[in-house]
């Protein structure tokens, strides 16, 4: 049943199913929001008052671009709605999405997948209608099968109930367009009845897709298949990063520069530049966990050693956050060098700004932020610390009290020994590097993610540190 034609039909208007989201953290309250801009009526659960409260009042707990104001139109239309009463979801809904989160179990490498378990358990006790549930969080394989046994026995008797899985693709930052236009749709169905009503559930998107002259894929196939792409799709990208961050390893031991490196591989078709591009590393509620979370479920099957390798994904990744400490310690290798030493603490008494706190930009996501434990590991090495971010300042002050925190990237910059830029914002990138030279006490930066213009840096007089690359690197 794999990347079937779309022969079946789409329904009219009028015959739309409605669709509860079932989690309204950031992947339920997007898609929600989503949907409901393509013309669906709506309905966001989650069993957070708080947080249904301020959705409901067209407050976004969350930043992602665009998604506020669309929050706000659909609440005004009328095609978007809130509750915390499962019941209420289950009379309303026909094709219900689970979008609860699928963290990583305190302790161990595997997802915690309780409030999953929590949201399917809750729901099938109550509808007393057909009702498909779609799991869109991210899973360990075989979740799907379990859920498909916990809702035939618990759904009351007489009701057509049925397990799907269509797993989400959002890039943070980008979300919307994601949603709105993706690049592949994954259906994991047992039966057509499944494929018929999530092919319902996506009719707008796809005669949006058909008005604007595109092509949406939509891959139909079986459950453990559809929950295996969207981990394995995870892990290729943490591959991708920490395979040209090990590369940059090597560029560093040998004086060879990572940025020409990249280019030289990248304009392979083969290969292209996606995701090639050495730095800090990955971060985020999403590659960290899942590829552990992967690595963890094969071991379970008996598959361990084919997935072996993510673990040293994990590690390279883990490895450039320690450098970028190593880097700051080369550059203030000269301040009062014999008291740090004594003191065991290389970056004692130095002032040190740090511009970024997210794991990325477009973002107010500080989740396993390469970022923020860089700022840890500067603390711990006795540097007093200032960071600024364009919005995830008070996530990262939460995570990261010890810190201090200023209110503009020139407020936090004013007076430092050492800059490090380590979320790559728009803001970071064009900085005018002579103009923060007057602003600084030292002419010294680490460039985390690569993003300045390091040409234009090293002509303005500062020492300049980036993440493989030369000195005096040039542009490439």
Request: charged share 25%.
């Amino acid at each position: 049943m794999t990347d079937r034609a779309n022969k079946l039909p789409v329904p009219a208007p009028s015959d739309l199913p409605q669709l509860p989201f079932l989690g309204c953290g950031y992947l339920g309250a997007t898609y929600a929001v989503c949907f409901a801009e393509l013309g669906c009526q709506v309905l966001g659960v989650d069993t957070d008052a708080t947080r249904i409260a301020k959705l409901a009042q067209g407050q976004l707990p969350f930043h992602e671009p665009e998604l506020d104001s669309l929050l706000e139109s659909n609440l005004h239309s009328g095609r978007l709605r809130f509750t915390t009463d499962y019941r209420s979801a289950a009379d309303f809904g026909d094709v219900h999405f689970v979008c609860v989160g699928t963290p990583q179990r305190p302790g161990t490498d595997d997802a915690d997948l309780s409030y999953v378990d929590a949201a399917v358990r809750e729901l099938a006790h109550h509808p007393s209608k057909p009702a498909l549930i779609v799991g869109k969080s991210t899973v360990s394989v075989g979740t799907a099968a379990r859920l498909a046994r916990l809702v035939e026995e618990t759904v009351p008797p007489g009701v057509r109930a049925e397990v799907a899985w269509s797993p989400e693709f959002l890039q943070e930052g980008r979300a919307v367009e994601d949603v709105l236009r993706p690049h592949r749709i994954v259906f994991g169905v047992d039966g057509e009845w499944a494929e018929t009503m999530l092919r319902a559930a996506h009719a707008r998107l796809l005669e949006l897709a058909e008005v604007e002259g595109r092509e949406v894929p939509v891959v139909v196939t079986d459950l453990p298949t559809a929950e295996l792409t969207k981990v394995a799709a995870n892990a290729f990208l943490a591959t991708k990063v920490s395979f040209i961050n090990a590369v940059a390893e090597v560029c560093e031991a040998t004086g060879a520069d990572i940025a020409h490196l990249t280019r030289g591989i990248s304009l392979d078709p083969r290969i292209g530049g996606h995701f090639l591009k050495a730095g800090l590393g990955f971060g985020g509620g999403c590659l960290p966990k899942d590829i552990r979370a992967f690595r963890t479920r094969a071991e379970q099957v008996g598959a361990g050693p084919a997935l072996r390798f993510l673990g040293e994904v994990d590690e390279i990744n883990e490895r450039r956050r320690a450098r970028v400490l190593e880097l700051a310690v080369q550059l203030l290798a000269g301040r009062d060098a014999a008291a740090r030493a004594t003191a065991g603490r290389p970056l004692m008494g130095a002032r040190i700004c740090v511009w970024g706190s997210t794991f990325k930009p477009d973002s107010d996501d500080v989740r396993d932020s390469p970022a923020l434990d860089v700022v840890g590991r500067l603390l711990g090495a006795g540097a007093e610390v200032t960071v600024y971010d364009p919005r995830g300042m008070e996530n990262a002050r939460r995570e990261v009290p010890q810190a201090l925190y200023a209110t503009s990237a020139d407020e936090a910059v004013t007076g430092a020994d050492l800059l490090c830029v380590l979320t790559e914002w728009q803001e970071f990138c064009s900085a005018d590097p002579a103009r923060v030279a007057r602003l600084v006490a030292g002419c010294r930066v680490v460039d985390g993610r690569n993003c300045l213009d390091a040409t234009r840096w090293l002509g303005a007089g500062w020492e300049y540190r980036g993440m493989g690359r030369l000195s005096a690197a040039r542009p490439p």
